[in-house]
């Protein structure tokens, strides 16, 4: 079984830009997730996806971070104009059913110049 | 407010030294409470899913239990190979995001052989 595909998996970008995260979960899997990782924090949620639709998006920090995931297949996150304090590690994850453990990808890694 | 905490920040052991990790929670109502395991570059890699207090499972050389307030992940005889971050995470059975996984920062576990 493929897991959780993420890419790219490093992205510098210039203050300004914009920039697309692309998240293949584990087939079949209908939970996405997507998660970030500030320098010097903890792991915290951005928002869920079931299908093709948002469950939750209580986590996005602001209307500069659009999530899509069309057909309930792959997500892309895009971040429009990205701004310093968006650098960190953003990571998907997928799950069959909602509350057990998740697999995660190995995480986009951006850094915001 | 939910919130989770883990200690000690790191940990260096030697190798067949056992120690434990510690992770106390605070939830409205704790649907699960999760550990992973976090190597470089990498995303988090599930270990465990506990569900009330009083539940313990075992992996290998890991054993992890669960109190009310708190849990430990128990390392016994470690050896080099298990060096990595460990993390631990709760979902809240009564929050309004009920997927959604709330991480503490992790400790980082160096075993020297």
């Known amino acids: 079984e493929a897991g959780v595909t993420q890419f790219p998996s490093h992205s510098v970008i210039e203050k300004g830009q914009t920039v697309t995260l692309r998240c293949d979960p584990i087939s079949g899997h209908d939970n996405l997730y997507w998660y970030r990782r500030v320098m010097g924090k903890e792991i915290k949620f951005l928002l869920h996806f079931v299908k093709e639709s948002k469950q939750d998006e209580s986590g996005m920090p602001n209307n500069r971070f659009l999530a899509e995931r069309t057909g309930g297949t792959y997500s892309t996150l895009k971040v429009q104009p990205a701004e310093l304090e968006d650098s960190g590690v953003y990571f998907c994850?997928?799950?069959?059913?909602?509350?057990?453990?998740?697999?995660f990808g190995s995480g986009t890694r951006l850094t915001v110049v | 407010e939910d919130q989770v905490t883990q200690s000690p920040e790191a940990l260096r052991l030697q190798e067949g030294e056992s120690s434990s990790l510690n992770c106390s929670y605070t939830v409205s109502g704790l649907r699960g409470l999760f550990w992973y395991r976090q190597d470089p570059g990498k995303g988090p890699e599930f270990l465990f899913t506990l569900y009330s207090a009083g539940e313990e499972k075992e992996k290998e050389r890991l054993k992890a239990t669960l109190t009310k307030k708190e849990s430990f992940l128990h390392i016994t005889a470690p050896k080099p190979e298990d060096s990595a971050t460990y993390l631990c995470a709760v979902q809240d059975a009564l929050g309004g995001s009920q997927g959604n996984l709330i991480f503490g920062k992790g400790t980082k576990l160096s075993v020297k052989p």
């Open positions: 994850a997928s799950s069959q059913d909602e509350g057990y453990g998740y697999t």
